[in-house]
C-alpha cells in the first residue's frame, strides 16, 4: 500500500512562492514502480471538485493547467522517490489543498497541504 505524504504549504501573499514536496512510501513499494509511473499535483478549493494543477511522465515531460502555466514547475527525485511543485507568481485564486498522486489517481490521497495566497 503507498502512502503519500505532502508538505510545504503555508500562508503567502500575492506574488510569493511555495515549494511543495510529496514523499511515496509504502511496504513493498520499489523505487522501480515509483520510476515507472506518472505522477501529478491536484489541488481543491473550497467548494470545488479535485483537479489536476501539473503531471509529469517518467522521462520527464510536463502538462500544465492553463492557469498555472508559466508559474509552476513540477519535478521528481526518483531516488527519493519525491515529487516536487514549485510554485511562483502565486495568486489568491491559488489558494487550495494540493495533493499529489499518479496521474489517473489510483494510490490512496494523503491528507494533502494548504495553501493559502493573501491578496
Known amino acids: 500500500q503507498v502512502q503519500l505524504v505532502e508538505s510545504g504549504g503555508g500562508l503567502v501573499q500575492a506574488g510569493g512562492s511555495l515549494r511543495l514536496s510529496c514523499a511515496a512510501s509504502?511496504?513493498?513499494?520499489?523505487?522501480?514502480?515509483?520510476?515507472?509511473?506518472?505522477l501529478a499535483w491536484y489541488r481543491q478549493a473550497p467548494g470545488n471538485q479535485r483537479g489536476m494543477v501539473a503531471r509529469?511522465?517518467?522521462?520527464?515531460?510536463?502538462i500544465y493547467e492553463e492557469s498555472v502555466k508559466g508559474r509552476f514547475t513540477i519535478s521528481r527525485d526518483n531516488g527519493k522517490k519525491t515529487v516536487h511543485l514549485q510554485m511562483d507568481s502565486l495568486k489568491p485564486e491559488d489558494t487550495a489543498v494540493y495533493y499529489c498522486?499518479?496521474?489517473?489517481?489510483?494510490?490512496?490521497w494523503g491528507q494533502g497541504t494548504q495553501v493559502t495566497v493573501s491578496s
Open positions: 498522486n499518479t496521474g489517473d489517481q489510483s494510490w490512496p
Open positions: 509529469i511522465n517518467m522521462i520527464g515531460n510536463t
Open positions: 509504502g511496504s513493498g513499494f520499489t523505487g522501480s514502480l515509483f520510476r515507472a509511473t506518472t
